[in-house]
């Protein structure tokens, strides 16, 4: 029968002196003090390993680092792991590797991840605009951080300043992109929870702020105004085309020729362009192809509609067209989205088929199938809404309302 050790004491361990040799001794249970002939002392954990029943050790660190009382937790450890046939070794190995991986996460990493794949079901602009915010607002301080140790109250406390500036949009944007790159971790088994899930609730709401538009009645003024504005004229076209296609401003400055379809009178969208990552076809009317007439000479060399005056191969600016309105004098009471609120409530208030309308706005409808079909369907009933739009912007349909009663009746 084994002999079974006698448990060491402090008072042995301190005194233990070096010798020519190193030599072990035996606390039980696997567990020894290893002294070598430098004066060093070594915890030691010799056991077999599962399964193949080789002989190895375990260092546990060096005495005095590790006292004897913190030796003996992790002896116990091991022997619960070794109950459950997992090598010990192995194990802290694994938790090294586990360790070392968490620690390569750090958020900056983990969001240009999610960046990424968010880019492929939002536009490119807006992905953009999104990562910007997080470089701007997060990311100088807490982007080399380990995303499993982020916290609420640090991400609180990073986002303060924006909430005492009164920024509470840029609050809202950067809480949400910053909770979906945390749902990603989540997602791809990098994190177990998301602790920033309520972090939106120490912060005040921002007030609902709908895109400074006109009313229909003020249409002609502002044809006027563009009409006598001392802009470019690739600038005036733009947002007369925006107007008339009821398009985005982010869709319109990055047009392409290739997009158009002279032929079937469509501009075709890819989905890589639009909001929502779906393709949008727009008919063109009279007015818009007269406007594409207007601008070939002065992008015949040029992909895009719109080309910059300032980058050579790039399109203008998407804050072009607002830019222009401001000098305008415009300012603080149309922006270049709101063209299409002044087109939506203009064409509402005629009574043409909310569908149709929702269809030319590039809505999106939540049904996959009902959407497509009202793609479709919608297409030839879009075009003549978007004809009658056209002659409403040029002031056609005044004093008209059979044609205006045709056309809606159409639709």
């Known amino acids: 029968m084994a002999k079974i050790p006698t448990p060491l004491n402090s008072s042995q361990i301190k005194n233990a002196k070096p010798k020519d040799k190193e030599y072990n001794l035996a606390d039980g249970q696997k567990l020894s003090l290893r002294i070598k002939p430098s004066g060093s002392k070594a915890w030691i954990f010799t056991y077999q390993r599962p399964y193949t029943k080789k002989r190895t050790n375990l260092g546990f660190g060096s005495y005095p680092e590790v006292s004897l009382a913190s030796a003996r937790k992790l002896r116990t450890e091991a022997l619960i792991l070794l109950a459950d046939n997992i090598d010990p070794q192995e194990h802290k190995a694994e938790q090294r590797q586990k360790n070392e991986l968490a620690h390569l996460n750090t958020l900056e990493h983990v969001a240009k991840q999610w960046h990424e794949v968010k880019k492929t079901s939002v536009s490119a602009s807006y992905s953009q605009k999104i990562f910007r915010a997080l470089e701007l607002h997060i990311l100088p301080k807490l982007g080399k951080f380990p995303i499993h140790k982020i916290k609420a109250s640090q991400t609180i406390e990073v986002l303060k300043p924006l909430a005492e500036a ?224 056209s002659d409403e912007i040029e002031g056609k349909n005044k004093n008209d309302d059979n044609v205006v009663k045709l056309m809606r009746d159409q639709a």
């Open 166 to 389: 009164g920024k509470l949009d840029m609050i809202k944007r950067v809480t949400q992109a910053i909770n979906q790159i945390m749902t990603f971790a989540v997602n791809t088994g990098i994190i177990h929870h998301n602790p920033l899930a309520n972090i939106t609730k120490a912060f005040e709401s921002p007030k609902k702020r709908h895109q400074l538009t006109l009313e229909p009645k003020e249409l002609p003024a502002l044809m006027k105004a563009l009409s006598y504005a001392n802009i470019q004229l690739l600038t005036r076209v733009m947002i007369e085309w925006q107007l008339h296609t009821m398009s985005r401003p982010s869709e319109t400055a990055g047009a392409r020729w290739e997009e158009i379809d002279l032929e079937a009178k469509l501009w075709n969208i890819p989905a890589e362009r639009m909001k929502m990552k779906r393709p949008h076809t727009i008919p063109l009317s009279p007015q818009t192809l007269e406007l594409l007439e207007i601008i070939r000479p002065h992008s015949i060399d040029s992909e895009y509609l719109f080309p910059s005056d300032m980058k050579k191969g790039q399109h203008r600016n998407t804050q072009t067209a607002n830019m222009a309105l401001k000098r305008m004098g415009y300012g603080g009471r149309l922006v270049a989205h709101g063209l299409r609120a002044l087109a939506s409530t203009t064409l509402n208030e005629h009574e043409f088929n909310p569908d149709v309308i929702e269809a030319a706005l590039a809505h999106t409808d939540k049904n996959e199938i009902r959407a497509a079909y009202n793609r479709a369907q919608y297409l030839e009933k879009r075009r003549v809404m978007m004809c009658w739009w």
